[in-house]
């Protein structure tokens, strides 16, 4: 047996080595080599009951935090292992060299949003390159014994399904335009849809969001794609935008925004307890608000100018070289301006408590999977939900797939290259930033959805299609939840509405038609 | 503001190479070159200054804010990322050229295989062998070493690397630092052995690589703490070196 792992970033190293530990095989397929991969660009850290702040902390805690800071749409018995496992993970990494900050009782641990103590391990503001650089060394060893097969610039064309059982992947190399197909379980590790938004999101241009695309053209379901963070303090930069970390407020950064003249800083006086450090839906739902009232400016600044020195350089001095960088501002003399933008797809590929897919030998981990983070992700639980996600896949893969089937590849001829255009794309991205901003209505979003509709009409190629698809199933998924719930705020349904949309939203393709349908959240087991 | 921008262009390791001079108008210096190959790529009907079409530049890029190293590239004969060159450093002549790192083999355009780093680093079994313990004295240090982009810079201005060579550069021990500034409890014999073959030999101490790395690793610091460990077997210290 040899495993397909697509994707080489935290989530499928993740699942590389759990494979590896275990004798079994794998292609670790990947766009651009880990390095490149978005994990590098986590900054503020990973959450762990570690109890080593004297502040009595226990994975009950851990637990309740992420099911409420979700609006309680995560798998709660999912949710269970993934805050269980969390100090050993963490531990793990530690014996992996991972240069965790300490004191005399161990790793310290930050303040962040939506926890009530302090339970996020950091690496200053690296955490995601720091795992990495540990997690990719870690995986080297097994190349070399000849476990784990790395093939870098190889992209991801379609998975191969027969009886709908998932047989393999269809991968090409765009350094020679080979195209193979390899044989065997596939583990999804692609990162999320970041090309749906072109230019709008924090992340990496290498997530094109067709990996998601083609499992949806393949038949496997998704889910909860209405479910997108604008994470609170971003600036836009060229191409993209600038994520200013969840640690600068965890640090004591504080919120504020202009009203009459005067400093308002708006979440401490709402949010007494948790103040500048809500859920991120909840913090920037709330920019929105204040920004749009009459008597206040319509730029919220992020204050950090109250942060000690000492904290500036001993856990922050990457942030702030890279403000001076890329926004020419001191963060620590001068409040930078901040505007929420995309940072994380809590949807993606819909996968039960062992990830596997609604395909039959498919599993999926990482941002690209669905699961653990509910209506809205906690900052620090997606280091945590990679690297748990990627072995639980591999593990079920252990569990299900037929340890002796023989492993096999095999070379296409003359397979034309389909691509997404450059104009379609920033179409499509028109076209959904216009009704899957931070607050929604039934109206714009059924304008977005006549649009994509028009454009399916048009002479389009393959992968055209499914990537518009794939934006329809993201419409329609928001369309169907007529509820406000974490991430998805609606004008028109502005209250929760736990009698008809506490499950997940599941969209599949019908034929041509995207289907929308809703499943039950499951029970905590006890 | 108008500036030429001259690429070099090769559709295969097989054709044969020339070069573009294309007429841009950046919207201002700040621009980087990131912006300045996007841009061009999404110019309908691009043309050179001999008129001649301008097809699709192909480079890589992932991050755009010099966290992933997938944009180097010789920027005006200085290898460097892309995102994190900004038009004004080329203030004075107007004119931006761009070719591929000329040390590794070439794909594309500005897309070279750079799979040569990878494959160093497993020769010298650049992992631990053991759980790591990581103290006040390394920490520091592992930190450092651990943010390498593997983007290739430091290599393409060593004047001892080449690919297949026998010297494996800076790509390879700075990353090997982080490994050796192990206690020597933990094993690493293979890592030793190698290192003094594949660095400590083949380095003539040009230190170019320190001065070239994007994000501003402490090189020099590296090294001379590896080679202590690896040839001296000598427990590093934690003092940064002095410059020069």
């Avoid at chain 1, 570690?50 to 935090?65: A, G, Q």
């Avoid at chain 1, 060299?97 to 310290?108: A, H, L, T």
């Avoid at chain 1, 991801?156 to 190399?173: F, P, Q, W, Y």
């Avoid at chain 2, 030429?4 to 070069?19: F, I, M």
Wanted: aromatic share 6%; hydrophobic share 35%.
């Amino acid at each position: 047996m040899r495993v397909n792992i697509i994707g080489a970033g935290l989530a499928g190293l993740s699942a590389a080595l759990t494979l590896a530990k275990d004798g079994v095989e794998c292609n670790l397929f990947s766009v651009q080599q880990s390095e490149r991969a978005q994990s590098v660009m986590a900054e503020g850290g990973i959450n762990a009951v570690l109890d080593t702040m004297n502040e009595d902390d226990k994975i009950e805690y851990h637990i309740k935090d992420t099911m409420d800071g979700g609006a309680n749409l995560a798998d709660p018995n999912a949710v269970d292992g993934l805050c269980r496992n969390a100090p050993d993970i963490v531990r793990e990494l530690e014996q992996l060299g991972v240069p965790f900050s300490k004191n005399e009782k161990g790793i310290v641990q930050r303040s962040f949003g939506g926890q009530k103590k302090k339970r996020t391990a950091f690496v200053k503001s690296s955490t995601g390159k720091m795992l990495m650089t540990a997690m990719i060394d870690a995986v080297r060893q097994y190349e070399a014994q000849g476990l784990v097969y790395r093939y870098p610039h190889h992209r991801l064309e379609d998975l191969i399904v027969r009886d709908n059982e998932c047989c393999g992947a269809v991968l090409s190399d765009f350094f020679t335009g080979d195209v193979y197909e390899f044989y065997g379980s596939v583990i999804m590790a692609t990162g999320g849809m970041n090309g749906l938004f072109e230019e709008m999101t924090t992340g990496s241009m290498l997530n094109t969001s067709d990996a998601a695309a083609i499992a949806l053209e393949r038949g496997v379901e998704l889910a909860n794609l209405e479910f997108i963070q604008y994470h609170p303090t971003t600036i836009a930069i060229q191409g993209k935008r600038l994520l200013i970390s969840e640690a600068a407020r965890g640090e004591g950064g504080r919120l504020y925004v202009k009203r009459r003249g005067y400093k308002w800083y708006f979440m401490e006086e709402k949010y007494p307890e948790l103040k500048n450090l809500m859920p991120r839906d909840v913090v920037s739902a709330e920019m929105v608000k204040v920004t749009s009232r009459a008597e206040c400016d319509d730029q919220v600044f992020l204050d950090m100018t109250e942060i000690p020195p000492m904290i500036w350089d001993t856990r922050l001095s990457d942030l702030r070289e890279q403000c001076v960088n890329y926004l020419n501002i001191d963060p620590v003399s001068q409040p930078v301006p901040v505007s929420p933008g995309i940072h994380y797809f809590m949807g993606g590929i819909r996968v039960d408590e062992e990830h596997r897919t609604s395909l039959s030998n498919c599993y999926a981990a990482g941002e690209c999977a669905c699961q653990y983070h509910g209506a809205n992700r906690l900052g620090g639980n997606s280091l945590l939900g990679a690297i748990y996600g990627g072995r639980i896949a591999a593990q079920s893969v252990l569990k299900y797939a037929d340890r002796d089937a023989l492993y096999r590849r095999n070379a296409l001829e003359d397979v034309p290259a389909q691509n997404v255009s450059p104009n379609l794309s920033k179409r499509i991205t028109e076209i959904l930033a216009s009704s899957l901003q931070i607050i929604r209505h039934e109206v714009t979003l059924n304008n977005s959805i006549h649009e994509i509709k028009m454009l399916l009409t048009h002479d389009i190629n393959s992968a055209e299609r499914r990537r518009l698809h794939l934006a329809q199933a993201v419409l329609l998924s928001a369309k169907s939840r007529r509820e406000s719930r974490g991430a998805h705020k609606r004008t028109d349904y502005p209250e929760k509405d736990d009698v008809n949309f506490h499950k997940q939203t599941v969209a599949r393709m019908n034929g041509d038609e995207v289907e929308i349908t809703f499943l039950d959240i499951p029970e905590r087991r006890e | 503001m108008e500036i030429l921008v001259e690429v070099r262009r090769q559709h295969s390791p097989a054709d044969v190479p020339y070069y573009q001079t294309i007429k841009y108008q950046a919207a201002s210096d700040e621009e980087n070159v990131a912006t300045v190959l996007r841009n061009l790529n999404a110019t309908p009907e691009l043309r050179d200054t001999e008129n001649r079409e301008v097809g699709e530049i192909h480079w890589q890029c992932s991050c755009l804010q010099k966290k992933c190293g997938a944009c180097a590239m010789l920027i005006n004969g200085l290898p460097r990322l892309a995102c994190d060159t900004k038009l004004k450093d080329f203030r004075e002549n107007r004119l931006l050229r761009l070719e591929p790192l000329k040390k590794f083999p070439i794909v594309r355009d500005l897309m070279v295989d750079r799979s040569i780093m990878m494959k160093n680093l497993r020769d010298i079994a650049n992992w631990l062998e053991r759980e790591a313990t990581l103290t006040d004295k390394n920490e520091e240090l592992a930190y450092d070493a651990s943010r390498c982009l593997q983007c290739g810079c430091c290599l393409e201005v060593c004047p001892n690397f080449e690919v297949g060579g026998k010297f494996y550069g800076a790509a390879a021990f700075v990353p090997a630092s982080r490994i050796l500034s192990e206690l020597p409890k933990a094993r690493k014999y293979q890592l030793i052995k190698r290192y003094k073959k594949r660095v400590y030999s083949g380095c003539g101490k040009s230190l170019a690589c320190h001065d070239i790395c994007p994000v501003g690793i402490d090189v020099e610091n590296k090294l001379v703490n590896s080679n202590a460990v690896a040839v001296w077997r000598r427990f590093f210290s934690n003092k940064k070196t002095e410059n020069p």
